[in-house]
């Protein structure tokens, strides 16, 4: 004969454990709106930099600069300073960090480093 097993008691879920710590759960949720409201000033800061930085790369429109740089008539070296200005962006852009901490938050900058690469090459191109 073998004996009977017994399974335990299933455990209470994430829900009942929390709900049943009413004073708890109100402390935690005041210590992440806190954590929350800390940090907002330093992502609006770390925002401001990549925009303050690198805005007129995504927000000129090429084509149309382009135009009004074939009606200048400018001479080749103007036009060779331009490519070398945007292949030193690109090395800058490169050369920031991929990506940042902020406490609790983790901020993945290597998506907007890619696109401003490829603004770069465009320019470049």
Not at 12 to 34: A, G, M, R, W
Not at 45 to 54: A, D, P, V
Not at 72 to 101: G, H, M
Not at 105 to 124: N, R, S
Request: proline letters at 5%.
């Amino acid at each position: 004969n073998r004996p009977e097993l017994t399974r335990p008691a299933p455990l209470p879920s994430f829900y009942e454990i929390i709900s049943s710590d009413e004073d708890t759960t109100l402390k935690t949720i005041v210590q992440i709106t806190t954590g929350i409201t800390s940090i907002v000033e330093k992502v609006q800061h770390f925002l401001n930099y990549w925009e303050k930085k690198y805005k007129h790369m995504w927000d000129q429109d090429k084509e149309a600069y382009i135009r009004r740089y074939e009606k200048a008539r400018k001479p080749l070296s103007a036009f060779d300073a331009d490519i070398s200005k945007y292949l030193e962006l690109q090395d800058e852009v490169l050369s920031e960090d991929s990506s940042t901490n902020m406490r609790f938050l983790h901020v993945d900058c290597a998506p907007l480093k890619q696109a401003l690469v490829g603004h770069c090459e465009a320019w470049v191109a």
